[in-house]
C-alpha cells in the first residue's frame, strides 16, 4: 500500500489524464451518467410514490365509494329507469351479512350559502357520522371531529376545512366556538383540519342525525363508503356488495346500471403495480448503465495502455517490476471511478433538490445505504476491470515494447 503514498504514483496519474483530457472526460461520463441516472431515477420514483400516497391522505385505500342510480332491466313487475335510493337499512344489512366489511359510512352532501359576520362563501355541506374519521382520518389543526353524542342529541356543530376557515376567518382569528350560519342556521364550529388532495378544500362537515331533520332526508342517503378488511380482496367486495343490494332493492342481478361505484381499492393496486414496475425498471436501467460505465473505464484504459506501450517498455527497463506497474494501471481505473461516482451523487442529490424545491415531486429521495451500496459496487467494479489493461500492460516484454511505434 505505500505505492499509495508516493508522489511519483499520483503524478504519473496527473499527466495520464492531463495528456487525455477529452479521453478522461469520455471515460468518467459513463460511470458518472451510469450513477446519476441510479440515482435520479430511484429518487423520482420515490418522489412518485410519496405524491401518490400524499393524494390520498390517510384515507383507507381499501375502499369503494358506491350510490344508488337508476334501473337499466325491469325486475319483478318494476319498470326500467327506476331510482334507486339507498337507507340506513341497508348499512345495517351490508354489516350484518357480508364478513369481508370493516366499515361501512352513509353519506349526503348539499351546497350552501356560509356567512360568518361580514364574510360569506357558497361551501360542499357534509352529513357525515364519526366513522368517517375511520375512514378517512383527518388531520386537525385545532378542536375535535363529530362524535356520538353530536349524532344522538341532532347537535348543530360543525367541522370545517383549512380553506373555509381562511375565508370566512381573519387571520389567525379564533374559530372554536364561534357560530356560523348555514342557510340561515347557526352551527358552532368545533374543529378545523387539514385537507388532503384527494378531498376539496372547501368542506363543512355536520352530524349526520342534524343534516338529515335539517334537509327533510328520511333515513335516504347520498352515497357510502364501504372499506374491506385488508385480508380480502376489494373488488370482490364490492361485488358481494352490490349483489346484496340488488335482492334488497330487487334489482335484476344482471344489471350493472342500478349503483353507481368508484372502486379505490382496485384503482391503488393498479397504481402500486406500476410503480412496483417502475422501480424494477429503475433498478435495471441504472445498474445497466452503471456496468456500461464502469466497462467504458476498462475500454479507455486498454486504449490507454496500448498508447503507453513504449513507455511501459522503457519503465520495465530502468527496472519497474510487473507488479507496480499493474497497480499503476489499477490506481488509475480506481481513481476514475472514485471520481466519475462522486459527481454523479453529488449531480444526482443535486437534481432531486431543484425537484423538491419546485414542488414537482413531494420529497424525492433516495435512501442513503442504497447510495453507498450501488457507490461500493461501482468502485469494486471500477477495481476489478482495471486488471484487464493491468494484465495488459504487463505481458509485453521490455524489448517488445521499446520496439512499438
Not at 511519483?8 to 469520455?26: H, M
Not at 362563501?121 to 378542536?143: A, M, S
Not at 442513503?368 to 476491470?385: D, H, K, N, S
Amino acid at each position: 500500500m505505500k505505492f499509495l503514498f508516493e508522489k511519483d504514483t499520483w503524478q504519473e496519474i496527473y499527466g495520464s489524464i492531463r495528456k487525455n483530457k477529452t479521453r478522461t472526460a469520455i471515460t468518467i461520463f459513463g460511470a458518472f451518467w451510469g450513477i446519476l441516472l441510479l440515482v435520479g431515477l430511484l429518487g423520482a420514483a420515490k418522489g412518485i410514490e410519496n405524491s401518490f400516497n400524499n393524494m390520498f391522505g390517510d384515507f383507507a385505500t381499501n375502499s369503494v365509494f358506491m350510490s344508488g342510480n337508476r334501473t337499466s332491466m325491469p325486475f319483478k313487475g318494476f319498470q326500467e329507469g327506476r331510482k334507486i335510493n339507498l337507507r340506513l337499512g341497508d348499512v345495517d344489512k351490508i354489516r350484518s351479512e357480508i364478513d369481508a366489511v370493516q366499515f361501512v359510512v352513509p353519506r349526503n352532501a348539499t351546497g350552501g350559502q356560509v356567512v360568518h359576520g361580514l364574510k360569506t362563501g357558497n361551501f360542499t355541506i357534509f352529513g357525515d357520522f364519526p366513522l368517517l374519521d375511520e375512514v378517512q382520518k383527518k388531520k386537525l389543526i385545532e378542536g375535535r371531529f363529530i362524535n356520538q353524542s353530536d349524532i344522538n342529541e341532532n347537535k348543530k356543530i360543525c367541522v370545517i376545512s383549512e380553506g373555509v376557515y381562511k375565508e370566512l376567518f381573519d387571520k389567525n382569528e379564533d374559530s372554536i366556538n364561534t357560530y356560523i350560519k348555514i342557510s340561515g342556521i347557526n352551527y358552532k364550529v368545533v374543529g378545523v383540519y387539514e385537507t388532503s388532495q384527494f378531498e376539496g378544500k372547501n368542506n363543512i362537515h355536520i352530524p349526520f342525525s342534524t343534516f338529515k331533520l335539517v334537509y327533510n332526508k328520511g333515513d335516504k342517503f347520498e352515497w357510502m363508503v364501504v372499506t374491506g378488511k385488508k385480508e380480502f380482496d376489494i373488488v370482490q367486495v364490492e361485488a358481494d356488495v352490490k349483489l346484496l343490494l340488488k335482492n334488497l332493492h330487487k334489482i335484476h342481478p344482471d344489471d350493472n346500471r342500478a349503483f353507481r361505484g368508484f372502486n379505490l381499492g382496485e384503482r391503488i393496486k393498479q397504481v402500486t403495480g406500476f410503480l412496483t414496475g417502475m422501480q424494477f425498471l429503475t433498478w435495471f436501467v441504472g445498474i445497466a448503465t452503471l456496468i456500461a460505465g464502469v466497462f467504458a473505464i476498462g475500454n479507455i484504459l486498454l486504449i490507454t495502455v496500448k498508447e503507453r506501450t513504449k513507455e511501459i517498455g522503457i519503465r520495465r527497463a530502468l527496472g519497474a517490476t510487473p507488479t507496480k506497474v499493474r497497480q499503476q494501471i489499477i490506481l488509475e481505473s480506481l481513481f476514475l471511478t472514485l471520481l466519475a461516482g462522486s459527481l454523479g451523487i453529488i449531480a444526482g442529490g443535486g437534481i432531486l433538490m431543484l425537484i423538491d424545491k419546485f414542488d414537482l415531486l413531494v420529497n424525492p429521495t433516495v435512501n442513503i445505504p442504497i447510495v453507498l451500496i450501488a457507490y461500493a459496487v461501482l468502485v469494486i467494479l471500477g477495481t476489478l476491470i482495471g486488471f484487464i489493461p493491468a494484465y495488459m500492460a504487463t505481458v509485453v516484454k521490455p524489448i517488445d515494447a521499446l520496439r512499438e511505434e
